[in-house]
């Protein structure tokens, strides 16, 4: 209540009012009574419902508003919101900066954190709303290979003797952007060489079983593939030396 009261009234004449001796009136007076507002009630989080978990893809474009926040206060005062980052006083959280599983500089670590927003009214009471944000990855980027040559290997090699490793990138985070490397059915006899899934490791699968005299090179196929199945097809010549 922010109005002064105003009470008029028709007050009896009386023997004795405490500070004026001697002035007392018959007539009509008019007594002003101020009542203070009190700002004696919290705000109460009442949208969104409590908990609050938020799924937010990476891709989400910066600045979009992601959820926004409302308080009530019985006394009707002002609230105000704040954020640790993201946010505006108006309850609106914008998207957080660290959701970019791309940008190494601000990586989210780890794919969930808990902003803290307070509701304050005229800055005297604060109510705490926790909000927990999972980051959720998407598949943006297609493995790519990275330059590579021949290799070679000598006629007498035994199993197990590396030849070579071939590398791919993904600029994707996380399952997206883990590659694993497998060799795909050619006129490559099976089982004559292997491939680490992990590393991309090419090495020999058996023993004295190259001829150069035979066949002085083999074409290898290597399919890449990301966790979200982007795959990709490489070509290694693997040439024999006697
Ligand atoms: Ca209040
Ligand atoms: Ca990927
Ligand atoms: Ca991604």
Redesign the pocket.
Not at 99 to 104: F, G, I, N, S
Not at 114 to 119: F, G, I, N, R
């Given at each position: 209540m922010t109005q002064p009261l105003v009470f008029l009234t028709q007050l009896r004449p009386c023997l004795h009012l405490d500070g004026l001796d001697g002035l007392i009136s018959s007539t009509a007076t008019q007594v002003v009574i101020h009542v203070l507002a009190v700002?004696d009630?919290?705000?109460v989080f009442v949208r969104p419902l409590q908990p609050v978990v938020l799924n937010i893809s990476e891709s989400v474009e910066p600045g979009t508003v992601v959820v926004t926040v409302k308080a009530e206060?019985l006394?009707g005062?002002l609230i105000q919101y704040f954020f640790g980052s993201g946010g505006n006083p108006n309850g609106a959280l914008i998207r957080p900066v660290n959701l970019d599983a791309e940008d190494k500089s601000v990586r989210l670590s780890p794919l969930s954190l808990v902003l803290l927003v307070e509701a304050k009214?005229n800055l005297?009471?604060t109510t705490l709303l926790d909000i927990t944000v999972n980051f959720q990855y998407v598949n943006e980027f297609a493995p790519e290979f990275e330059a590579t040559t021949t290799a070679g290997v000598f006629e007498n090699a035994t199993l197990g003797q590396r030849i070579a490793e071939v590398t791919a990138t993904d600029k994707d985070s996380g399952p997206d952007g883990t590659l694993s490397y497998s060799l795909l059915t050619s006129d490559v006899p099976t089982n004559m060489f292997k491939i680490n899934p992990d590393t991309g490791l090419i090495a020999l699968a058996c023993s004295n079983c190259l001829d150069f005299n035979e066949k002085n090179f083999y074409t290898l196929v290597i399919k890449v593939e990301d966790g979200n199945y982007s795959i990709l097809i490489i070509r290694k010549t693997i040439c024999i030396y006697n």
């Amino acid at each position: 209540m922010t109005q002064p009261l105003v009470f008029l009234t028709q007050l009896r004449p009386c023997l004795h009012l405490d500070g004026l001796d001697g002035l007392i009136s018959s007539t009509a007076t008019q007594v002003v009574i101020h009542v203070l507002a009190v700002n004696d009630h919290s705000p109460v989080f009442v949208r969104p419902l409590q908990p609050v978990v938020l799924n937010i893809s990476e891709s989400v474009e910066p600045g979009t508003v992601v959820v926004t926040v409302k308080a009530e206060d019985l006394d009707g005062d002002l609230i105000q919101y704040f954020f640790g980052s993201g946010g505006n006083p108006n309850g609106a959280l914008i998207r957080p900066v660290n959701l970019d599983a791309e940008d190494k500089s601000v990586r989210l670590s780890p794919l969930s954190l808990v902003l803290l927003v307070e509701a304050k009214d005229n800055l005297v009471h604060t109510t705490l709303l926790d909000i927990t944000v999972n980051f959720q990855y998407v598949n943006e980027f297609a493995p790519e290979f990275e330059a590579t040559t021949t290799a070679g290997v000598f006629e007498n090699a035994t199993l197990g003797q590396r030849i070579a490793e071939v590398t791919a990138t993904d600029k994707d985070s996380g399952p997206d952007g883990t590659l694993s490397y497998s060799l795909l059915t050619s006129d490559v006899p099976t089982n004559m060489f292997k491939i680490n899934p992990d590393t991309g490791l090419i090495a020999l699968a058996c023993s004295n079983c190259l001829d150069f005299n035979e066949k002085n090179f083999y074409t290898l196929v290597i399919k890449v593939e990301d966790g979200n199945y982007s795959i990709l097809i490489i070509r290694k010549t693997i040439c024999i030396y006697n």
